[in-house]
């Protein structure tokens, strides 16, 4: 019975994953018709690496969540949710900590975190309603591709239920 059950949880874990790797396909294809790859055959993550950039919106199959940055800047929080790449490290702000780990490129658009992300151990006072910081942390183990569209860079992974989400960062331009 044992031997049964991890069969099953390892099948339903691989259809979990080809049905994660179809809804990608299909969410690069929506709209123009083209994959992701395809709607940016001149960018190469060199544009992406030694720039700040801002998460402005997460996206899934049920919704967009975009960043109220104007009420952020008023509650004095201000450059929140950032991330940069840097050679073959990646770190940034998340909500209060900050964070780094290592990140690894694949062919085309592919892109995971490897290893652990190191997360400052701060409490924060405050929690967003768009995202907390446990989400933004798991959403980047997760990650498993990436895409530089209308000069935002957005990184896809999964949510804690499986289903595709995008997380979209715009340049943050600094006074």
Not at 53 to 68: K, N, P, T
Not at 76 to 85: A, N, P
Not at 147 to 158: G, I, V
Request: proline fraction near 2%; include cysteine; hydrophobic fraction near 45%.
């Amino acid at each position: 019975m044992k031997g049964t059950e991890m069969t099953r949880k390892k099948v339903v874990a691989f259809l979990a994953t080809l049905a994660a790797l179809m809804a990608v396909a299909l969410l690069g294809a929506c709209g123009t018709g083209a994959s992701v790859a395809e709607t940016r055959p001149d960018a190469d993550f060199s544009a992406v690496m030694n720039r700040d950039w801002i998460l402005s919106e997460i996206r899934d199959d049920s919704q967009a969540v975009f960043m109220d940055r104007e009420r952020h800047i008023k509650m004095g929080l201000g450059d929140i949710f950032t991330i940069r790449f840097d050679g073959e490290r990646a770190f940034g702000t998340a909500m209060p900590n900050t964070f780094s780990g290592s990140y690894a490129l694949g062919d085309s658009d592919t892109m995971t975190f490897a290893g652990t992300i190191m997360v400052s151990t701060m409490a924060s006072l405050i929690e967003l309603d768009e995202i907390t910081e446990d989400d933004f942390i798991s959403y980047l183990y997760n990650v498993f591709a990436w895409n530089l569209a209308d000069e935002n860079l957005e990184l896809y992974t999964t949510n804690d239920t499986g289903s595709v989400a995008v997380l979209v960062f715009a340049p943050l331009e600094h006074n």
